[in-house]
């Protein structure tokens, strides 16, 4: 991807496509909850609602052929490094032609087509996969670059601490991208770290740090494509904190208890959503004919995408033996 | 069967004189940690959202109201650093009981379960103690996939210094979590996800469930069900429907994987002559692998009128899909089907 | 026995047609890698010390100076992040070779290996393959305790998504390393810290051991001993022992731990009708239990004569005493002993 | 322990017993290669000799139920805290009157008496543990401190980390202390760290980080005191980095070819002890009589402790078994 150097809400081929992105994160996890609520998805699902800022942001600055490793709550960063929401939503309905066969679900969800290497059910398990990545990038020189999505959480993590050790000693390009919605499921940051801005903790490994608006897509993505750059050069790791917030409970199990309805109220008054768009039409990279014309399109595309989903096959147990070694 | 089964609850009740009330297995967890708390300043709850949370599984539930944050400490999501602030609190006078939020996280911690905690008194000449609890919920059935549903209580069996049990029924649930709590040694409780809410009779108050004893819920003499955690209430359900069949089961439940009451297992085996074994676990060098060993080179072995059958998990990461999820492990109908080939093909 | 023995790398030594040379299991696997590196740029090594100090055992040696720093990579002391950075890198093209220093310290990468590594290919529905290889010295011997004398096989033959070899010969040390690098599936080598420095003839060039395939280096009618790692040339120097005393011993090697050839095993034994495990792992679930288990349970039962019998590490902590080490693992002795009552006795 | 305002080197009791302790040390291990070279002693053994200073300044600053966690290369620190070296000679030839009864060896003993929770195996073993003495202390309300003896490697380790991120949001009384002898086995901390001083990790953490000469008791006990008087009046966790050097091999493996020849004469240049003792000399609290009469002492009492030690009856393996489970 070529470094934009207009703001992106005043393009309107970028405003446009990082709304859509926006909309389809919100939609795709709407839709979730909603088949989740009715008893016709099952496990469990970490909704990033309210957060569809930083992987839209994020991913405006890489290549197809970057690298993610995405967590728990992946769902945007899946669709926003380019995931086709039908077989996402196949996977979530456990059938034949999600993305795992229906063997993973959401917290497993992979598209390697779009460089994204998963999803994962460890806290921090992707971090030192993502130094892998981009060691591999560097090894086999292709200049591509790996972006570890984590949350505030991860970061308690010994996972967490051996990647980010490793990267910034062999200098691998790889970003650090923390999603701090501040909480850890009920653990806030604010008492988790004795810091004011999580990107404080870069230094002590060596390696710039940098907090913004993670609700901001501007911002993250300012954020992002300098650390990206930095790491195509051979400048090493960057680690970047983006403020944001998750509406709904941590997972369906969440009764709430350790935060206020004030703040979540307060942090809906900040919904990414309607942000971007009032920044697309003041810098007039979209009117508002194209702001609905881009919510209708998801909202078309994600019904069907569901609509197809639930139509195709069962995921079936036939192989289930034979899939465990691949040859 | 459905999880709210309490054919094993009811099995394993305690004797009548004793007095009991029914509560889930998840509150007769609860319910003993409170007792604990109550009678000894020395034991506290570490681990992550184990405070306001409640728990991942609400075990905790609202703990942290009567006992306050200091005992009931909520931690950053740190497997391993809580394990080792374990170690070290039970190696000072602390009786810590760590709460691990899915046994597959024990992965992250298992330099401190296994090179730390179970070698220290060894290691050191028995010149310490390191009296923790380690509660981790294992199993499947909740659709979490590969990461959050592993039966790993080999991984513990294995490992000298470590005690290790499995609760089946409310009641265990509670008199071996105490007795785990007493004991000088660290001791792994492995629960059920699916468990927390069955209800059960649980005695009241300050009990205990021995360490080290089997239950053996029902009796039969056709031949010998040895099934843990979860398997145990499926054992008995499908004892039910072989009985109807003719089919006479015996039922064991360890309880206690470390130390085991192999003569237990033993005195059932050679009473029947056919055994069983069923695991939730992956079949390869799961926990009933060494039950079959210690039956097959003991004197038992001379009573066998047929070859040991194992019924386990599927060799496999536990698929989402629910169908297949359910495919991996043994079900009710499968343990019927196994014990009738056995009983009529030997 | 001495570790100079080289019983069972001459028994096992390759067919006469192939050329061969004296090499160190050391020196073998070196030759091993040398080999996988030349052929193929996406395969390198990551380690602790693996660079200009040559490994903790002195295995890479001086690759380093061949290869350089980059195909040879030296980490810092983060077994989590090295095999992270493993399962990352074999994911995007790569063929890594992680080195860890003790096989005691996968337990602080255990997530990376048997969440991860083990289980993405599965879990992701095939889509990716995670090619590496995870060499790590285990066994006692070399008074180091309890922290760095473990054999934990068990713990990765238990999940399923890895394959785990255990060479006991110089050749079979680079034949299955060969054949560990070339597999698309993350595959766990576990070395012995004595065999090391022992030596043996070794096909030269680019050669193969099958993974999955049991070695016999020894066939008898009495009985079959069944030996890993390092056992497996005290068997075989056992059944030398036992055949002056006029008793034939089958010792098998499964080599291949998972896959494991249980079709050599089970043929063994119905030949025999008596068997003897033997494995330095401590007793309790050890590899072995799944052995028998195996055996207990096929056809191969109707034809034993005798109980199983385990040999088997005791259920202890490695002790640092040189006189407790040694009694605390099976020696040659205690294999002719087994055996010969096992034989004696029925 | 009081407050120590003077010198140690001026203060005739503190520079006298500070001057033993270092010798001790350096004797003791001077003595244990001896026995293993000559194949009197086995299994394997990490020696501190030149890094006397760090465990002889840190421990000044603890009381007796201080506790302190250890490493692979502990017979420093144990000795520091007051052990008795007979009964360390013991465990090292495998007597059943060492301190493990033989079981455990160099890396694993400890004395519970004074308050070491032992050498520990595994690199960063001790972090998340002393991490835990402290919980530990500060629950039963007993204002004991815990220091966290590490190496620079450690801090490559989750376990490091973690222990570290606990003790900062807990604020416990800990202090981890890092002898930085710039290598971790062959990895130098140049290398490992992109940091000019590895305390600037500390901030990360939000905890005070500070870098000493560690070859310097007074430089040691005097961050130690500040970071015990911190934790023990609530003020939580400290890190300090001693600078130090390791003149031995890692272990008896190591060829040194990660270093040079020059590099180990110049940091034998920095003895500690002749530094010590040109200070008590400077500042009066020694005499020249003084010094050889420590040495003299030290000479004496190892003499006897490994002719004792020696004598002792070997390990017993009748109780293995039984000795796994504590009743
Ligand atoms: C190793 C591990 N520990 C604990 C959990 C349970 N868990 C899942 S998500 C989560 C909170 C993660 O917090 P954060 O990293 O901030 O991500 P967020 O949920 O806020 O997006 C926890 C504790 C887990 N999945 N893996
Ligand atoms: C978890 C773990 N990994 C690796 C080792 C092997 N090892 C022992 S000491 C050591 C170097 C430690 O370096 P440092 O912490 O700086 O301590 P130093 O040896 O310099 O005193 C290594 C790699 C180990 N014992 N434990
Ligand atoms: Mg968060
Ligand atoms: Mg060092």
Redesign the pocket.
Known sequence: MTIINTPIAANPELAASSLETMWKIRRFEEAVEDLYGRGLMHGTM?L?IGQEAVPTGACLALNRDDYITS???GHGHCIAKGADMERMMAELLAKETGYCRGRGGSMHIADTETGNLGAN?????GVPIATGAALSAKMRGTKQVAVSF??????G?GAWHEGVVLAAMWQLPVVFLC???L???SMS?EKAFNLEKLSDRARGYGIPGVTVDGNDVQAVYDATQEAVDRARNGGGPTFIEAKTY?WRG?SKSDKNLYRTRDEIDEWRGKDPIPLFEAQALAAGGLTQADIDAVRDKVRTELRSAVQRANAAPDATADDLLSAVYAR | MTIETTAAQSAAAPAASAETAVMTYSEAIRDAMRIAMAKDPAVFIMG??VGTYGG?FGVTGELINEIGPERIRDTT?S?LGIMGAGVGAAMTGMRPIVEI??SD?TA?AMDQIANQAAKIHFMLGGAVNVPMVIRAPGGSGTGAAA??SQSLEAWFVHIPGLKVVMPATADDAKGLLLSAIDDPNPVMVIEHKLLYKTSGDVRVGDIRTPLGVAAVPREGKDLTIIATGIEVSRALEAAEILAADGIEATVVDPRTLKPLDSGTILRTVKETGRVLLVQEAVRTLGFMSEVSAIIAESDAFGYLRAPIKRLAGLDIPIPYAPKLERASVPQVEDIVKAATDLVREW
């Open positions: 970490h990033s967590t728990h709550r059910g460890i806290v921090a398990g984590h949350g505030d959480g991860a970061m993590e999603e701090n919605n909480y850890g499921m940051s998750r941590h | 992550e959202d991942a999501i497997e939020q899915f996280f992250q990461q959050h």
